[in-house]
């Protein structure tokens, strides 16, 4: 009985102790995360006046908090996973004066409560690799040509911000990439709201507002299973574009009105979610039945149709700012005056709050122009516009900056000082005679070099044959970047080498069969540091080749799902994958070639025994510290190098037996206990207590035959073995 319980008892012990250490890792959590938040403030009160010291300083995890003011600063590199805060959308301002404001390539970067203005090319590129990083509540103003936001990676959410373009702003997003969200985001005055492109599948457009641009939403080369849901796009040249091989989009619940196309879509896409479909303000079906949806289907395209077209408009669950917001009087004007676009709600506007700097809120009603009552200073001022929902929501403030200078009198009040008009020979008294300004950049075409400001100088214009007051005639320009495509027929201007922009000038895309105007059909590359092109010679949005630049050769690529298999050295074989969503390039871990691997083993096979003699016979040899005792020693030099010489027959035999390969492979398994045998045999001999005397040991030239095998090499060297014991007992 007691040794029944003995057992139960240890049996529980082992039991409990089992279970305890399961749970411990549950139980026992893991020490909290190191975080610091770094304090940037321009007028020295915080650990940093400037953001680029701040991120230089910062750990992983780290807070950056930014101050309210305006920072001169650009090409901010983030490589670690931090967050970047700044105090006060209104007030916390980045001018980049024409350059780029971020460039992150860590993953997990978090950006939030900035105002970035003056941008380049990009305001903020997210790299290939930068994955699961966040823009959040920020308010970017670009420049010509500019892309606010350069998403070139997957899982990064974009949220409540205000993008705003300028003239030819590109685009307000830009992605390549998979299961991207932009949401809640408000997007103005670009050739392309928001551009999905090359393999981007998978991502979400929610609840945004895309006004004014050229195209609301492009989706296009192999973009598939996108969601476009919630948004309001309206007053647009085109609202959605589907095309080059884009299918099973889905399209649904979101409002078009005002805009002067409604759709495109070339491929396979669904514009309803199988109950619902959207609000077009051109469909003029009838609801019967009064269920809110239209009894007939809205057509969009060939076998593109909406199923279930609403009746009636869907306002959105949240306020949307003021769009469209400008300064209409003049810099001498210290009472300046402003307009705006109305907001959207689902329960209506109650009105608008207006404030100037930080200066309290004014509500002025339901107006969509306010002019300030009391005179500003000079200098820089930001007007701030707030809509206000008849259930008290309100939106984000929608703001402009703009500067005030009552140096400039202006008696007629038409904008240009008197001192302006004095110099240009027009009538400071008259507000009908000013200086003609096609651009109105408030620079006279009689000094401006670009009358109607689209990019292209005056000079060349002539020289081309276009008109220099018309912003929509211009040289043929592929790539929109200043540079024709073409000489001018005067040979003032050299045309562009690289028509599309895409690293390889026309006469390689020539000759290697791709477009010159297409800058989709070539993607630049870096492997192992070095610069490469993949590159679509067959113009079917699949890239057949892979171009050296530095050698001028080109070899095969091919598609294999999401990626692309490379052959870099030519050889026939994959080198390297390159990842079409993020664009990171992995090595294959190419083998070494089979015969090189068989060689190899045969030469170490062949080597040890050969070394153990060689080393055996060594170790016989007396050593002599008393030189002139054995001078003829030296006379017998061609007796030792004999050894070498057959060492010279066994490296030719090798060589021989290369061609033999798949035979001798069968036999090196069983070879190779013969020969662990011999070195066991071999090591005996290495104890023996002392050292007979050494003798000469010529070892006879053998004359190679045509073939050889591994067992003619094993009798070879036991015949050099049976030599050497003979030597011994002699």
Same mark, same amino acid.
Request: aromatic share 8%; charged share 25%; with cysteine.
């Given at each position: ?5 003995? *057992? ?60 309210? @003011? ?22 916390? $301002? ?8 971020? %460039? ?11 105002? $970035? ?56 997003? !830009?992605?390549?990439?998979?299961? =991207? ?42 973009? =598939? ?7 309001? $796009? ?40 199988? +109950? ?41 669950? #949240? ?11 003049? !810099? ?47 200098? +820089?001022?930001?007007?701030? #516009?707030?809509?206000?929902? $008849?259930?008290?929501?309100? %939106? ?18 038409? @904008? ?15 507000? %009908? ?11 006279? =075409? ?42 001018? %027929? ?72 999401? =990626? ?38 045969? +030469? ?37 190098k004999k050894p070498l010489k057959a060492s010279a027959v066994e490296k030719k035999e090798t060589v021989e037996m290369i061609s033999q390969t798949k035979t001798l492979l069968q036999h090196i398994q069983q070879d ?44 070879? *060297? ?13």
């Amino acid at each position: 009985m007691n040794s029944k319980l003995g *057992v139960q008892l240890l049996l529980f012990i082992t039991i409990s102790l089992f279970i305890s250490s399961m749970l411990s890792p549950i139980v026992h959590s893991a020490p909290p995360v190191s975080q610091e938040t770094l304090i940037v403030d321009i007028t020295g009160n915080g650990d940093f006046t400037s953001i680029r010291a701040a991120i230089n300083n910062a750990n992983v995890t780290d807070i950056i908090l930014i101050r309210k @003011g305006i920072y001169n600063e650009h090409d901010l590199q983030i490589k670690k996973k931090i967050e970047i805060r700044g105090e006060d959308t209104s007030n916390t $301002i980045i001018n980049c004066s024409g350059n780029l404001a971020f %460039s992150i390539t860590s993953s997990y970067v978090d950006i939030s409560n900035l105002q $970035i203005i003056d941008t380049g090319e990009f305001a903020i590129s997210i790299l290939p690799g930068s994955t699961g990083c966040t823009i959040t509540n920020c308010i970017i103003k670009t420049l010509n040509n500019g892309v606010a936001l350069n998403v070139r990676s997957s899982y990064n959410t974009i949220s409540d911000c205000n993008l705003i373009g300028f003239d030819n702003s590109k685009q307000g997003i !830009k992605i390549t990439g998979r299961y =991207n969200i932009i949401r809640n985001c408000y997007i103005q005055d670009f050739t392309n709201g928001i551009l999905l492109i090359t393999n981007s599948d998978d991502n979400q457009i929610l609840n945004c507002n895309i006004i004014n641009c050229e195209n609301a939403i492009d989706i296009r080369f192999d973009c =598939n299973t996108n969601v476009v849901a919630g948004c309001n $796009i309206y007053s647009n040249l085109q609202t959605i574009k589907i095309w080059l091989n884009s299918n099973n989009n889905h399209v649904y619940l979101n409002n078009f009105w005002k805009n002067d196309i409604d759709a495109i879509d070339e491929n396979n896409n669904t514009w309803d979610n199988g +109950v619902k479909g959207n609000y077009w303000d051109k469909y003029r079906g009838v609801d019967n039945n009064g269920d809110g949806i239209g009894d007939t289907q809205y057509i969009i395209s060939e076998g593109n149709i909406d199923r279930f077209p609403l009746m009636s408009i869907i306002l959105p669950d #949240v306020v949307s700012s003021p769009g469209n917001l400008i300064v209409v009087t003049p !810099k001498s004007d210290n009472t300046p005056s402003f307009t705006w676009s109305e907001s959207v709600y689902s329960t209506d506007i109650m009105g608008y709050y207006v404030k100037i700097d930080n200066s309290p809120e004014i509500f002025i009603g339901d107006a969509l122009s306010w002019t300030t009552t009391t005179s500003l200073s000079d200098g +820089v001022h930001t007007f701030y #516009v707030q809509a206000e929902s $008849i259930d008290n929501k309100t %939106s984000n403030y929608s703001s402009i900056t703009f500067t005030i200078d009552t140096s400039i009198i202006d008696t007629d009040g038409d @904008g240009w000082s008197d001192s302006e008009e004095q110099l240009y020979n027009t009538d400071p008294e008259n507000p %009908s005679n000013y200086p003609e300004d096609t651009d109105s950049d408030h620079t006279p =075409n009689s000094v401006d070099t670009d009358d109607d400001n689209d990019g292209y100088s005056d000079e060349m214009e002539i020289s081309y044959g276009t008109n220099t007051l018309d912003i929509n005639e211009y040289p043929t320009d592929s790539d929109n970047d200043g540079i024709p495509n073409d000489d001018s %027929s005067d040979e003032k201007f050299t045309g562009d080498t690289d028509d599309d922009n895409d690293g390889l000038t026309d006469t390689i895309e020539i000759t290697l069969g791709s477009s010159t105007i297409n800058e989709f059909d070539v993607n630049r590359l870096y492997i192992i540091g070095k610069p490469y092109y993949l590159v679509d010679v067959s113009q079917n949005n699949i890239f057949d080749i892979l171009y050296n630049p530095t050698s001028k050769a080109t070899t095969g690529v091919e598609r294999e799902n999401d =990626n692309y298999l490379i052959d870099e050295n030519g050889d026939g074989s994959w080198d390297h994958i390159y990842n079409i969503a993020d664009g990171s390039i992995s090595s294959t871990g190419e083998e070494i070639p089979l015969s090189i691997t068989i060689l190899i083993l045969i +030469v170490i096979i062949l080597l040890i025994p050969i070394s153990i003699i060689i080393f055996s016979y060594r170790r016989r040899r007396p050593i002599s510290l008393s030189l002139p005792r054995r001078p003829k020693r030296v006379t017998k030099q061609p007796i030792i190098k004999k050894p070498l010489k057959a060492s010279a027959v066994e490296k030719k035999e090798t060589v021989e037996m290369i061609s033999q390969t798949k035979t001798l492979l069968q036999h090196i398994q069983q070879d190779v206990e013969v020969y662990m045998e011999k070195l066991r045999q071999i090591e005996g001999q290495f104890i023996e207590p002392a050292l007979k005397e050494e003798k000469e040991v010529e070892i006879p030239k053998e004359k190679p035959s045509e073939t050889k095998d591994i067992h003619e090499v094993e009798t070879k *060297v036991d015949k050099l073995l049976s030599e050497v014991d003979n030597e011994e007992k002699t």
